[in-house]
């Protein structure tokens, strides 16, 4: 079959160098892709968030599965039109992917449905949200309403950072439209994690979790970023605790959604926090994660063309997914930088030596071809991701893979992985 998977980054690179692997695809496209994705698929010069070229390319070309990436895209309805357009999708609707598209829709079905998530209210001007804060005390969390690449995310230490990011979002419009109104929520302690799991409208089949390094620098230092660095499993996720997470917060999702009038099919990304082995909700997420896939898609032992299928489907009641034992690790590196303003068009060498090692794939996010060099052009650029027996295993061989890449432009942090060491 034709498949075209939609979208730039290191998750697209993942999705598509699975894809690849199954003797089912024929012909592999991706909109718009990168250097490293051009190694696998053919890459198409339509925009991800082009929803009428996306549309348009995959009629023109016969597509058979298209599978959407990016949130963007989804929130804006490519699937619907795809759908409209005879051509089947994987990826919620416009309307049900309003569960990360809007914060507030996502936390007023959580209280509507009894999901476990932090207490919180939502505000579309200044005065109202300071005075919410000021009763509540700090720490307290804001968060801009719509989508903002994820970074429309703020700790507040004490009043004087809320009444700043209250400010930063809704009087200096820093986020734009995405920030018309925020939530205002608790500030929740524990281990944070990432859980995912597959939804077809009304079956929901549990993935796996990983832990992502959100913050730029190590030891968990310097301002919040895409993500620098995840490894699959968690430990924390233990058996017990993932039974709760299904019972009592991805199948209620779910039945609500149905209940709404807005079935959910897509792949269904929980941000969580675990605090004495309970399970809290804080955000959703409508695509698989990004750095989260990287390490996901090599523990895959499943045709993955044959998961999102079914999925999209709605045959997801006849799948057994098989994983390897195995940890998987990414390491991201990064323009320096970034979260902030960086340089673009830097040459990055040593990506053959990188990926010698069979344990070992550098998958591309922000890369361009330029002739025959690969050339910087994004924030977060590679995800090098290696696969061991153990954590400890995987962290020496993502980070031997990164020592042999000669780009002095970018860097990564050094400590992807430091939770489940200490735990070991």
């Excluded at 734009?176 to 409208?201: K, M, N, Q, R, W």
């Amino acid at each position: 079959m034709k498949v075209l998977v939609v979208g730039s980054g290191g998750r697209e690179h993942a999705l598509c160098w699975a894809i690849a692997q199954s003797p089912k695809c024929e012909q592999l496209f991706c909109a718009p892709g990168n250097a490293g994705i051009a190694a696998v698929a053919e890459c198409v010069d339509v925009a991800s968030d082009d929803v009428a070229g996306v549309v348009s390319f995959a009629k023109k070309n016969k597509i058979d599965f298209v599978v959407i990436g990016p949130e963007a895209p989804l929130v804006a309805g490519l699937a619907d039109k795809l759908e409209k357009a005879g051509i089947t999708a994987f990826g919620p609707s416009a309307a049900a992917a309003r569960i990360e598209g809007s914060k507030a829709f996502m936390k007023d079905l959580c209280a509507k449905y009894d999901i476990p998530t932090a207490k919180f209210e939502s505000f579309d001007e200044c005065d109202g949200a300071k005075e919410y804060i000021r009763a509540q005390g700090a720490p307290i969390v804001i968060k801009a309403d719509g989508l903002a690449a994820g970074k429309g995310v703020i700790l507040c230490r004490n009043l004087n950072e809320a009444f700043a990011g209250i400010d930063h979002i809704l009087s200096e419009r820093s986020f734009g439209e995405a920030g018309d109104s925020v939530v205002v929520e608790e500030f929740l302690t524990g281990e944070e994690v990432s859980f995912f799991a597959l939804v077809d409208g009304k079956t929901a089949l549990p993935l796996v979790s990983a832990q992502d390094h959100k913050a730029a620098y190590d030891g968990d230092e310097g301002p919040n970023t895409g993500g620098m660095g995840a490894y699959t499993p968690a430990p924390v996720m233990t058996p017990e605790i993932q039974e709760q997470v299904m019972r009592t917060i991805i199948q209620p999702t779910v039945d609500g959604m149905v209940a709404e009038g807005m079935p959910y099919k897509g792949v269904l990304f929980a941000g969580l926090m675990i605090e004495g082995g309970v399970p809290k909700l804080l955000e959703y997420n409508v695509r698989f994660g990004d750095p989260e896939c990287q390490p996901m898609m090599m523990r895959l032992q499943s045709n993955a063309l044959e998961m999102l299928l079914a999925c999209a489907e709605e045959r997801l009641s006849d799948l057994d997914l098989q994983w390897r034992d195995e940890t998987a690790m990414v390491v991201v590196m990064a323009a320096k930088g970034y979260p902030g303003a960086y340089d673009k068009g830097s040459e990055i060498r040593g990506l053959d030596e990188a990926g010698a090692d069979d344990a070992v794939t550098v998958f591309h996010a922000g890369t361009q071809a330029d002739g025959d060099k690969v050339v910087a052009v994004g924030g977060r650029v590679l995800g090098v991701t290696a696969i061991g027996k153990d954590v400890a295993e995987a962290q020496k061989t993502a980070y031997a893979a990164v020592d042999k890449i000669d780009w002095p432009e970018g860097f990564c942090r050094r400590d992807i992985g430091w939770r489940a060491l200490k735990r070991s």
